[in-house]
């Protein structure tokens, strides 16, 4: 997080939804992606990266995506077997939900994530969605962190000035986009280190 000597109190708390309040680490999903399938690695990547960035837009559907995964890949998994893979490996993590349970009486809460078509099924899960105020995913915006189109929607979406949402975020290479916009950015590494920088910008709970 960028201190700054700005004091405005802050009014809306933004979520990342996985690796922040839900298990997610990108390296750690490609070995998984390469032990369950048989392949290497760097295959396992190139299958992933093959059409992730129009899927997490909405530009296409799941079954595109996994279309190119497959051909990616050299594999002949099926639809439901690819989509149990990605969507079982999210799994609570309770601290952060608390913070962010104990947060909710005072303060609007939301949750902006790059993620797509199959957050439906982990939603209907997980109930990721509930508890929030607001909830901004790239496959409905058709925009993705961190291009400024989406922070700008945040920020109309939120109804509060810039200055006054803090974006909470385990990708520290989204924290010049998003203090370009003008909101505050907290680099998420653990949940005690959230409590410690939320109370740094005077947010108690």
């Known amino acids: 997080m960028s201190l700054s000597h700005d004091r405005t109190p802050i009014k809306v708390i933004v979520f990342d939804f996985g690796g922040v ?41 799941e079954t ?16 439901v077997f690819l989509h149990e893979m990605f969507v079982s490996m999210f799994t609570p993590m309770p601290e952060s939900l608390e913070i962010k349970r104990r947060l909710k009486p005072q303060y609007r809460l939301g949750m902006l994530s790059n993620n797509c078509e199959w957050e439906r099924d982990m939603n209907g899960r997980l109930h990721l969605r509930d508890g929030f105020d607001l909830v901004l995913m790239s496959y409905e915006l058709g925009a993705r962190k961190p291009e400024p189109k989406i922070f700008e929607l ?40 959230l409590s410690e920088e939320l109370h740094l910008l005077s947010v108690w709970f």
Not at 64 to 79: H, I, L, N, Q
Not at 159 to 181: L, N, Q, S
């Open 64 to 79: 595109g995506y996994w279309d190119a995964f497959r051909k990616a890949a050299g594999v002949e998994k099926d639809d």
């Open 21 to 61: 309040l839900y298990t997610y680490n990108y390296i750690r999903s490609l070995h998984y992606f390469s032990g369950t399938l048989g392949i290497s690695f760097e295959r396992a990547e190139a299958a992933w990266n093959a059409r992730i960035d129009e899927f997490e837009r909405g530009a296409i559907t």
């Open 154 to 193: 945040l920020i109309d979406r939120a109804g509060a000035r810039p200055e006054e949402i803090v974006f909470i975020d385990d990708t520290a290479a989204y924290g010049p986009a998003v203090e370009a916009a003008g909101i505050r950015f907290i680099h998420f590494r653990s949940p005690r280190q």
